[in-house]
């Protein structure tokens, strides 16, 4: 077995919260960093892939564990390592060759000779004759250029990436990744291995030689299994599909219903934890939307198919299905999402029909709002402070998830008629739901 150049033993981050609160954001994470593999790291928005891979980097500390680097403990200085970020962040006050020389000068490399590997490996991006440009006269798509440049000049033996498509159009985007597909498998790249964070899943599967898929809420290792396709890979065939459908469905599956497959059999050992219900961060609006969309396809469509209809990326898509799942309006089934009969009555409901339906759904499966609901009946002003909630989440998430959370309940609880929000207050009122019968007000007469 190959010797990993990274190996990340049992790595935790947990973060202080000023009440002395512990968040904790990643779990106990055992991870290698082989050679002449692309990786890359999966998973929803705001699950730790970015903090993994800091610490992957050596850039940040875990709270616990260790990062070994060929077997010794990493630093921050390790010379092996250059990140290329979604943002680019170069320095506007640098000319193009000036940047990709600024980290060779910060290690020491004499003029000559920074300026000679600098020329060359801007040869190698495609931005020969940029070299006295200024990062405003340039392109996304050739800042990106500069941002591989940069990383790459210091001829790391692992470059690190964190979303690097992700803030360009749809055609750059597609064309950079096949110059970098180009550059690693011509091996005109001086790196031993890729590491890239995307939360693009047809970008996984079209780089990478292994896929890792971190679970969030705290992050930990969902699955992680090798793509064995030939490249260049064909987006419509069987196989690419069939990966990209796998992979949605790990990333929406609640997590006690997953079942792995053997490729991922190691993930599936770890004890999955029970932890505070977290709500997908989605508007009723947007699964009403879905709902309708499913029931106009004949009940079920592959997620990766509801994408492309939606034209929507997968980090605003998922959050919508895994609301649709967690209310009991779908369900996922090897790759498809499935409209239920409660989604079905849902959507061809009228409006208030449908308040009725999501009260019902919400009442049943949504924690939060069963919490809030039984303390506005319990007590005689039907009336809670904002705050109440804000302790309860407080103990589970962190501050901006908490203002997350409290947001999407907002958002369910008054659509569905628990409860009102007086914004001038902060209080959450008992509210007086539709549909329900009101006593009657006059004694019928009988006939
Ligand atoms: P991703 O890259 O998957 O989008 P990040 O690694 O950026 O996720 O963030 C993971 C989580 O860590 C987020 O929920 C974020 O709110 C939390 N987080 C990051 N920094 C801090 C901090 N200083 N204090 C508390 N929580 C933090």
């Known amino acids: 077995m190959t010797e990993p150049i990274i190996r990340a033993h049992a790595v935790e981050k947990f973060y202080e919260q000023p009440d002395g609160n512990r968040i904790e954001v990643i779990a106990p994470v055992d991870l290698d960093v082989e050679p ?18 800091r610490i992957l980097t050596g850039l940040s500390k875990p709270s616990s564990g260790e990062v070994l680097w060929h077997g010794q403990p990493i630093t921050s200085e390790n010379a092996g390592v250059a990140i290329v970020f979604q943002s680019f962040a170069l320095f506007p006050w640098l000319t193009v060759l000036d940047n990709v020389e600024a980290p060779l000068e910060a290690r020491g490399v004499p003029a000559l000779d920074r300026h000679k590997r600098a020329l060359r490996i801007l040869d190698t991006v495609g931005l020969d004759g940029f ?16 941002g591989f440049a940069r990383a790459l000049v210091v001829e790391p033996e692992v470059l690190f990436m964190d979303e690097p498509f992700s803030a360009l159009d749809v055609l750059t985007a597609e064309n950079l990744r096949n110059e970098l597909l180009e550059l690693w498998l011509s091996k005109k790249m001086p790196t031993s291995a890729i590491f890239i964070v ?11 030689d292994r896929v890792i898929v971190l679970a969030r809420n705290p992050a930990w290792v969902r699955a992680d299994f090798p793509i064995e396709l030939a490249h260049p890979r064909d987006r419509k065939s069987p196989r690419f599909v069939e990966l990209v459908d796998y992979i949605y469905k790990i990333m929406t599956q609640p997590e006690l219903a997953l079942v792995v497959p053997d490729a991922a059999a190691a993930a599936a050992q770890k004890p999955v934890r029970q932890k505070y219900q977290m709500l997908p961060h989605a508007r009723v609006g947007g699964v009403a939307g879905l709902l309708e969309l499913l029931l106009d396809r004949g ?3 592959y997620l990766h198919r509801l994408a492309e209809v939606l034209i929507m990326d997968t980090e605003d898509l998922l959050p919508i299905v895994e609301a649709s ?4 309006f779908a ?40 919490q809030i ?17 804000y302790d309860i989440l407080d103990e589970h998430f962190s501050q901006d998830e908490v203002e997350r959370q409290f947001e999407t309940a907002m958002n369910w609880g008054r659509y569905a008629e628990i409860f009102d929000f007086d914004r001038e207050s902060h209080r959450l009122i008992l509210a007086e739901p539709v549909g329900e019968p009101h006593p009657p007000t006059t004694t019928p007469v009988p006939s």
Do not use: W
């Not at 002449?36 to 891979?53: D, N, V």
């Not at 498809?336 to 308040?355: M, S, Y």
């Not at 609901?373 to 705050?387: P, R």
């Open 131 to 146: 070299e006295s440009a200024y990062p405003k006269e340039l392109s996304g798509g050739m800042k990106q250029r500069v």
């Open 198 to 208: 995307t939360h693009n899943i047809e970008e996984a599967v079209l780089l990478a």
């Open 331 to 370: 369900a996922l089934k090897e790759g498809d999402v499935q409209i239920a009969p409660e989604g079905t009555a849902f959507a061809e409901a009228d409006i208030l029909t449908r308040k009725i339906l999501f009260r019902q759904a919400a009442l049943k499966h949504v924690m939060i709002l069963q």
């Open 36 to 53: 002449g593999k692309i990786i890359t790291l999966l998973g929803p928005s705001g699950c730790g892939k970015s903090t993994l891979l």
């Open 373 to 389: 609901d039984s303390v506005l009946h319990a007590k005689t002003d039907h009336s809670i402070s904002q705050e109440f909630f």
């Open 299 to 301: 009940g079920k469509e």
């Open 325 to 328: 799942v967690l209310l009991g």
